[in-house]
Nanobody
């Protein structure tokens, strides 16, 4: 079992920055990829960025050049640095990790960007 605790959401004006963190605990030695997803009201949950155990990263086109994903604390924490935020980035952001082939999700953290 893997437990995930997210932090760092909030409200910011357009052009501002936020830093989201997701700390994993439990049986974490089998964690492979760590991901951030988001879901806006009325929309499907969509992948924002992912980072593999080897450090490879992938970003959705709508965040390239603005968001950066990284791992800290011996790879047990995944961080999403969000810069140049736009109102369209308003959503609940979820952390997901893949461990031994199973998906584990965080509780979600609200990000609100005002124009």
């Amino acid at each position: 079992q893997v437990q995930l605790v997210e932090s760092g959401g909030g409200s910011v004006q357009a052009g501002g920055s936020l830093r989201l963190s997701c700390a994993a605990s439990g049986t974490i030695f089998g964690i492979n990829a760590m991901n951030w997803y988001r879901q806006a009201p009325g929309n499907q949950r969509e992948l924002v960025a992912l980072i593999t155990s080897g450090g490879s990263t992938k970003y959705a086109d709508f965040v390239k050049g603005r968001f950066t994903i990284s791992r800290e604390n011996a790879k047990t924490t995944v961080v999403l640095q969000m810069n140049s935020l736009e109102p369209e980035d308003t959503a609940v952001y979820y952390c997901k990790v893949v461990c031994w082939g199973f998906d584990y999700w965080g509780q979600g953290t609200q990000v609100t960007v005002s124009s």
